[in-house]
């Protein structure tokens, strides 16, 4: 990174995880001294789930919504698990779905098991879903088990959709040297103008609804959920959290007035890093001459990219929802691997005609808004 110009902080603490190998062989799972399993043999799974189904994330991660957890045990061991959240929509339907501030779910699958045998716990897995209410889940397969997961979920009644991610493993060309040469410049101009600094879990969500209240917009999930995930995943040993945030280097230390430009909030677990939380000032009350640099969430995500590589993880762009994100993702960034995770959709009875009746409404917004001229997105059917 010297030679490009820009200096990258991973910081001082020692990550645990960063001794691991990311793509090693699993050791053995956890054994079950009864049919059921225990306290303890649930914490010892925890290092083989990702970091959004391990139980310290989704206990904080469901707020108020009772949270589920379906398991599969073959010969004493736990094969197969799948956790899920129930809640009421504005109409009263029940859905199942992931935790707020969880863009990717389960289920997750033991590595040790046959293609058939892992078949067989998907099929059981998904029988032990309640069949009343309906489903809206995303989950990112392993690529080796994505045929049969795809397979095991539309015979159980789900449509099955894509979702773009973008990965960069460890031992990828580094980031700076994928830029062309504009983005390269702009970047380390950011970084000359920058500092980054790590922020804590109070400090990063008082910016990032402060930035909403700028725009005059709420957020889709509960702001207090995702400070207690971010604290607690900071506490944690090995820390599993970490927010990068863009100051600019004039400030003086200490000046609360003066704005950040950005910041970025990441979480990982053994094998993936993801870039979980994003945002940045649009502008600054106190500082009225205050522009902010539209290269900072860049440099950030830059920082976050080799951070990850310092611990061997897979950097994971967690989900692309908009053109924009693409963009950057795939033409900016240069993100060398593209992947795939699955949108899980089931519905049942009146609901179903709930949704085709909403789908219609959405189409006829769009339709009219296409036809008189006004934006397409600026209104919901919601």
């Given at each position: 990174m010297d030679s490009i110009g820009i200096e990258i902080n991973?910081?001082?603490?020692?990550?645990?995880?960063?001794?691991?190998?990311?793509?090693?062989?699993?050791?053995?799972?956890?054994?079950l001294k009864r049919s059921k399993?225990?306290?303890?043999?649930?914490a010892q799974l925890e290092s083989f789930l990702p970091v959004f189904e391990q139980t310290w994330w989704q206990t904080i991660a469901r707020g108020q919504k009772p949270l589920r957890i379906e398991?599969?045990?073959?010969?004493?061991?736990?094969?197969?698990?799948?956790?899920y959240v129930t809640s009421k929509n504005k109409v009263g339907f029940v859905i199942g779905t992931h935790p707020f501030w969880t863009h990717a779910c389960g289920p997750w699958i033991s590595d040790a098991l046959s293609d058939s045998e892992k078949s067989e716990v998907l099929e059981e897995l998904l029988s032990k879903l309640p069949k009343h209410i309906s489903f809206n889940l995303i989950c990112h397969p392993r690529k080796n088990d994505a045929a049969l997961l795809r397979k095991a979920f539309e015979k159980a009644g789900f449509t099955v959709a894509i979702q773009n991610t973008y990965t960069q493993?460890?031992?990828?060309?580094?980031?700076?040297?994928?830029?062309?040469?504009?983005?390269?410049?702009?970047?380390?101009?950011?970084?000359?103008?920058?500092?980054?600094?790590?922020?804590?879990?109070?400090?990063?969500?008082?910016?990032?609804?402060?930035?909403?209240?700028?725009?005059?917009m709420e957020c889709y999930a509960p702001l207090e959920v995702a400070r207690d995930l971010i604290a607690e995943g900071m506490r944690r040993k090995p820390q599993q959290v970490r927010v990068f945030a863009a100051l600019r280097r004039e400030a003086l230390p200490g000046d609360e007035t003066y704005p950040l430009d950005a910041a970025i909030a990441c979480a990982w677990d053994?094998?993936?890093?993801?870039?979980?939380?994003?945002?940045?000032?649009?502008?600054?009350?106190?500082?009225?001459?205050?522009?902010?640099?539209?290269d900072a969430v860049k440099l950030l995500i830059v920082h976050a990219m080799e951070h990850a590589r310092?611990?061997?993880?897979?950097?994971?762009?967690?989900?692309?929802?908009?053109l924009g994100t693409e963009t950057l993702y795939r033409d900016i960034l240069k993100m060398p691997e593209l992947e795939h995770r699955y949108l899980l959709k089931r519905e049942?009875?009146?609901?179903?005609?709930?949704?085709?009746?909403?789908?219609?409404?959405?189409?006829?917004?769009?339709?009219?808004?296409?036809?008189?001229?006004?934006?397409?997105?600026?209104?919901?059917?919601?």
């Open positions: 991973t910081g001082s603490r020692e990550f645990d995880v960063a001794k691991k190998q990311p793509f090693a062989k699993p050791r053995a799972l956890p054994r399993p225990d306290a303890a043999v649930t398991q599969v045990t073959r010969r004493g061991m736990i094969v197969g698990r799948l956790s493993a460890p031992d990828d060309t580094h980031v700076m040297r994928r830029l062309n040469i504009e983005q390269r410049k702009n970047i380390i101009r950011a970084a000359k103008k920058l500092r980054v600094i790590d922020l804590g879990a109070v400090e990063f969500m008082r910016f990032y609804s402060g930035n909403l209240e700028d725009i005059a053994r094998e993936r890093y993801y870039y979980v939380m994003s945002t940045r000032k649009r502008r600054s009350i106190e500082h009225p001459e205050w522009k902010p640099n539209a310092s611990m061997g993880l897979v950097f994971d762009a967690d989900g692309v929802t908009e049942f009875g009146l609901y179903t005609l709930y949704m085709a009746f909403k789908s219609r409404i959405a189409t006829l917004i769009a339709q009219i808004c296409g036809r008189s001229g006004v934006p397409r997105g600026e209104y919901s059917a919601e």
